[in-house]
């Protein structure tokens, strides 16, 4: 159900991504964009972290947006001695707010849930075993609209851990 789901998210912003692509800059009705990610995690569990998302953001007043991002991140374990390892993969699924402070300055804040799959020694082997669980997900942070270029640092959190991250969009 939850692949589905995913899935489902997935095509729904590529849809909407083609139909935005195909109008005229001055007539579109929202933004979406694509952004590379990079994330310090609070957690001691792992080194570093980062993926790519996609955003969709519908103005509402003419300082605020409801949004709309989904992606995959990626979060590399720390090594510990004679251990295999592999990375954390999460899929966040999230919606929320960006206030506009100027023209150019917004601070943001959504809400939803994290399909996670992580990987851990095997009581029983030397592989790897791994479970998948959901959690609600938090973030709140500030960016800026530089033309196309969309810069924003934020605080993501999950049920018992989280990551400070930043994200380099751009707008199409």
């Given amino acids: 159900m939850k692949k589905i789901f995913t899935m489902a998210m997935i095509l729904t ?12 800059k001055s007539a579109q009705k929202f933004r979406i964009g694509l952004g590379l990610e990079g994330a310090l995690p609070t957690n001691a569990g792992y080194n570093y972290g980062g993926g790519i998302t996609l955003r969709v953001a519908v103005p509402i007043t003419d300082e605020g947006a409801v949004t709309g991002t989904s992606g995959v991140m990626a979060f590399v374990p720390k090594s510990i001695s004679g251990v295999n390892s592999k990375a954390q993969i999460n ?11 100027n023209g150019t300055l917004y601070g943001m804040g959504e809400a939803g849930f994290t399909i996670a799959k992580v990987y851990f020694p095997s009581s029983t082997s030397t592989s790897l075993a791994s479970a998948s669980s959901t959690s609600f997900t938090y973030s709140f942070g500030v960016g800026a609209h530089l033309g196309a270029f969309d810069p924003s640092i934020r605080y993501e959190g999950y049920s018992s851990s989280g990551f400070v991250g930043l994200r380099l969009g751009f707008n199409f």
């Fill in 91 to 101: 899929i966040p699924i999230k919606a929320g707010y960006q206030h506009m402070f």
């Fill in 13 to 24: 912003f590529a849809i909407i991504a083609g139909k935005a692509s195909a109008q005229d």
